[in-house]
């Protein structure tokens, strides 16, 4: 199952109490499962870690339908629109 | 003093208050409910669609209460309009002097009255602070310019009572990384998630770079809190809290101490700027918190 909502920055405010989906109460939040894995692998490299809170930039619609391996091994998934400025205009912490 | 002053020198703590929504009608019960609330609070937050239920649009009260001398803070759901209409919105409030925005991710369709509506979120909650920033700074999503533009103050909203914890604290830092300069909370009753999530932002040095301001309800009664516990998605009461009002001989007195409780304990807290009420009382107890706690334009 993926997020109803298809948030690319999750988990969104209306997680329940026990961690399960606003949306389908009987899902866990799939954002709450990402980082609960990311955190139980102490093995993974610490920069896919913070991955997991670094902000994503808006899905590219005009690949919808694509293979989305496809998309991935030529790079077209991580093209971002050109005033995508995402968190540029500030230092990073 | 402006809500953008207040945001950037937090000179004095922020009240800000919902407006309540507009069914229609005529402009007439916009400046009627402006006359009460108005006076009483630093700023009013004009809502998009809450809880996913179709209202006079954000646009169209914020540009009328701007045209009232209303500082306007104009919420920006992601659910119901996509990239496009969304920017065409800012610009074009802006373009009537509404210049705050608050972005959320907002509540799904399946939480309002007409479910079978499509759910957008073309972008989210984060990703909106971050088009709204770069339209302040003069460029659309696309790149192209926008004309003569005007600076904007962007915020967003987060729900510390949502699990997980240390994830909520994250995500207060990427929204402010993204550009919000102010934070408005959800509405939550329990204290001590309030107080981790406050001592946890200001050690990410998000309370620097961000005024935030979390909310309390207004309510007259306990059958208000067992609505809220039972219907609204993100929100726990607690049995403690609903029985000090459901065994009150005087529910609404009660109510009214539960609210002034949790503002004291949040503006007690290290990095808490301003209080955000939200009222479905509809009675002048608004008035009888800014006077306790000398709180907005009226008392200061
Ligand atoms: S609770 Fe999680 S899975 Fe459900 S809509 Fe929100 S972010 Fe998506």
Known sequence: MTCPKTLRNGPCGGVRENGNCEVIPEMQCVWVKANDRAENMPLLPKSWREEISHLRPPVNNALKGDSSWLNLVNGKDRETPDGWIGIEHKEAH | ?300
């Not at chain 2, 009537?96 to 972005?103: E, F, P």
């Not at chain 2, 971050?130 to 926008?146: I, M």
């Not at chain 2, 609505?227 to 001989?249: C, H, T, Y």
């Open chain 2, 1 to 300: 003093m402006s809500f953008d002053s207040l945001v950037k020198n937090r000179a004095r703590p922020i009240v800000t208050a919902e407006f309540p929504s507009i069914n229609g009608g005529t402009l007439d019960q916009v400046a009627r409910e402006w006359e009460r609330l108005g006076p009483l609070v630093d700023a009013v937050n004009v809502t998009d669609n809450p809880a996913a239920h179709a209202h006079s649009s954000n646009v169209s009260v914020a540009i009328a209460l701007q045209n009232l001398g209303a500082d306007v803070i104009m919420q920006v759901v992601c659910r119901d309009k996509n990239r496009l209409a969304i920017q065409a919105d800012i610009v074009g409030a802006a373009m009537h002097g509404v210049r705050t925005i608050c972005a959320l991710t907002g509540d799904d369709v399946t939480a309002g009255d007409e479910p079978e509506a499509r759910r957008v979120f073309d972008l989210d909650g984060p990703q909106l602070i971050s088009v709204a920033t770069g339209l302040s700074q003069g460029t659309f999503l696309s790149g192209r310019k926008v004309t003569d533009h005007k600076e904007l103050l962007v915020g967003g909203v987060e729900n510390p009572f949502a699990p997980p914890m240390q994830t909520r604290i994250k995500r207060a830092r990427m929204k402010v990384d993204a550009g919000a300069k102010f934070l408005q909370l959800q509405i939550g009753y329990q204290p001590e998630m309030l107080e981790e999530f406050m001592a946890g932002i200001v050690a990410n040095g998000v309370t620097q770079d961000a005024a935030i301001i979390p909310t309390v309800i207004l309510t007259k009664n306990s059958r208000a809190l067992n609505f809220m516990n039972d219907k609204v998605a993100g929100i726990v009461v607690p049995q403690n809290v609903i029985d000090r009002v459901a065994e009150s001989e005087d529910q609404p007195e009660a109510s009214y101490q539960l609210v002034r409780d949790s503002v004291e304990h949040a503006l007690s807290l290290p990095g808490v700027a301003g209080i955000h009420i939200t009222d479905f009382r509809h009675d002048d107890t608004v008035a009888r918190l800014v006077s306790d706690f000398n709180l907005g334009p009226q008392h200061n």
